[in-house]
């Protein structure tokens, strides 16, 4: 999967022109090594979001400690939603390159299929990425308790959830993404710690 996601990101074709394994081996970790990170830094700016929401500062150290110390329970969550995700658009996508690519607006069917797929799975894993990032809790704990946020709030989470996805997309716009990061993102964020932290605890 991550062969035909490389190609499709340099443009050529996997069969054709393959690229050395060691090529592949080496662009692996280091997109490893830098999701491990922005999931870390992801993760320490919702610790702290919720800190600010009690009424209470994070100081810089305290950002990158809380952060590193998330990062690996952060790491294996985040990891779980993108395979879930990620196996099924790569397989569309190799269907695609190998056989679907004649067929008249197949691309688009594909990439809406896609959206679709990634927008529902990032849905299901946010609020167990809040319980994680917020109060330090492990993945299996992060999980049961982000599915009883969702079974709480339910309408109301898929609401709030749904500007956060709007918003993300905006992040992405020159100039249009600068407010909507520094203003949409913590605001949007902040309403989905402060579910978690009223979500019942049974």
């Keep these: 999967m991550i062969y035909f996601m490389i190609a499709s990101v340099l443009h050529f074709t996997p069969i054709a022109d393959p690229i050395p394994i060691p090529t592949i081996v080496v662009l692996t970790v280091l997109g490893f090594f830098v999701y491990y990170l922005t999931n870390a830094i992801k993760s320490g700016f919702i610790f702290s979001i919720r800190k600010a929401l009690g009424g209470s500062k994070t100081s810089l150290a305290q950002f990158f400690v809380t952060a590193m110390d998330n990062a690996p329970h952060v790491f294996l969550i985040s990891l779980l939603r993108d395979l879930i995700w990620g196996v099924p658009v790569g397989i569309l996508g190799f269907a695609y390159v190998a056989a679907l ?10 990439g809406f299929l896609a959206m679709v797929m990634i927008f529902l799975v990032h849905l299901l894993f946010k609020p167990s990425l809040i319980f994680c990032s917020s109060f330090g809790m492990g993945p299996i704990s992060s999980l049961k308790a982000g599915f009883r946020m969702l079974g709480f709030y339910h309408i109301r989470y898929v609401g709030v959830f749904f500007l956060y996805a ?12 600068i407010p909507t990061y520094f203003i949409g993102m913590p605001i949007l964020t902040g309403a989905l710690v402060a579910m978690a932290e009223k979500t019942p605890a049974s």
């Design 166 to 177: 709007i918003n993300f997309v905006l992040n992405l716009i020159p100039l249009l993404g």
């Design 101 to 110: 690519s004649n067929i008249a607006y197949m691309n688009y069917i594909i």
